[in-house]
C-alpha cells in the first residue's frame, strides 16, 4: 500500500528538549514536505526536499531542521522546541516529473505539544 | 469515519468557462472546510475557507450541510487558476485530512 508514514502521531515534550519527528514514504517519491497547520493561519509550509541531499526552506523554517540522506526518509528535527511550535504537522510526498501537478501524498499528521 | 471525497482527478475547461471542483465530506460533528491549492512548482496555499465565507480570486465554496458538500466554483476560469486544488476537512479542532486532490487545466 502506498503511504507516507510519521511518528509518533502524538508527542508531548518539554521546552527545550531535543525530538525528531519522522517521516517516511514507500512510493519512491523525490518530493518531499512538512507544513504545520495552525488554526486560523492554514497549512504553512516549513522545509522541503527535491531529491536526496537537496534541501530548502518553506514560509516558517525558523527553529526547524530537516535532513534527506535516503529517498524514502525526511525527517524534521526541533533541536530546541519551544511553546510556539506546538502544532499539527504533516508530511506530504509527491513523485518530481508530476511535482505541482499530480496528487500530493500526505501522511497522517503528529499532534506536538511544547509545554 | 471522517471522509473528504474530490471525485474528480483532473478537470479540463477552456478560458471563460465556469468551474466547479466538487468536494463532499463525511462527519457527524461540525466541520470546517478549506481549499488549498498548489500552483506548479510552489507550496500548497490556503485558498478559502467556509467560515470566512469570502471570494479569492473569483472562487467561492459554499457549506451545504444536506449534501455535505463545498463544491469550489468559479464562473469564468482563467489561465492562471491552472493547478492542484485540495479539499481538506478539519475535525475534533486538531485533525486535518485532505481530499485527493483534482487537477485543474485551463485551456486558452
Known amino acids: 500500500e502506498a503511504q507516507v508514514t510519521q511518528n509518533p502521531r502524538y508527542l508531548i515534550t518539554v521546552t527545550g528538549k531535543k525530538l525528531t519527528v519522522t517521516c517516511s514514504q514507500n512510493?519512491?517519491?523525490?518530493?518531499m514536505s512538512w507544513y504545520r497547520q495552525d488554526p486560523g493561519l492554514g497549512l504553512r509550509q516549513i522545509y522541503y526536499s527535491m531529491n536526496v541531499e537537496v534541501t530548502d526552506k518553506g514560509d516558517v523554517p525558523e527553529g526547524y531542521k530537516v535532513s534527506r540522506k535516503e529517498k524514502r526518509n525526511f525527517p524534521l528535527i526541533l533541536e530546541s522546541p519551544s511553546p510556539n511550535q506546538t502544532s499539527l504537522y504533516f508530511c506530504?510526498?509527491?513523485?518530481?516529473?508530476?511535482?505541482?501537478?499530480?496528487?500530493?501524498?500526505f501522511g497522517p499528521g503528529t499532534r506536538l505539544t511544547v509545554l | 469515519a471522517q471522509r473528504v471525497t474530490q471525485p474528480e482527478k483532473l478537470l479540463s475547461v477552456f478560458k471563460g468557462a465556469p468551474v466547479e471542483l466538487k468536494c463532499n465530506y463525511s462527519?457527524?460533528?461540525?466541520?470546517?472546510l478549506f481549499w488549498y491549492v498548489q500552483y506548479s512548482r510552489q507550496r500548497l496555499q490556503l485558498l478559502l475557507r467556509?467560515?470566512s465565507r469570502e471570494s479569492i480570486k473569483g472562487f467561492t465554496a459554499d457549506l451545504n450541510k444536506g449534501e455535505t458538500s463545498f463544491h469550489l466554483k468559479k464562473p469564468f476560469a482563467q489561465e492562471e487558476d491552472s493547478a492542484m486544488y485540495y479539499c481538506a476537512l478539519l475535525y475534533n479542532t486538531d485533525k486535518l485530512i485532505f481530499g485527493t486532490g483534482t487537477r485543474l487545466q485551463v485551456f486558452p
Open positions: 506530504a510526498s509527491s513523485p518530481i516529473q508530476g511535482f505541482g501537478t499530480d496528487t500530493q501524498y
Open positions: 467556509h467560515i
Open positions: 512510493m519512491n517519491h523525490e518530493y
Open positions: 462527519y457527524s460533528g461540525s466541520p470546517e
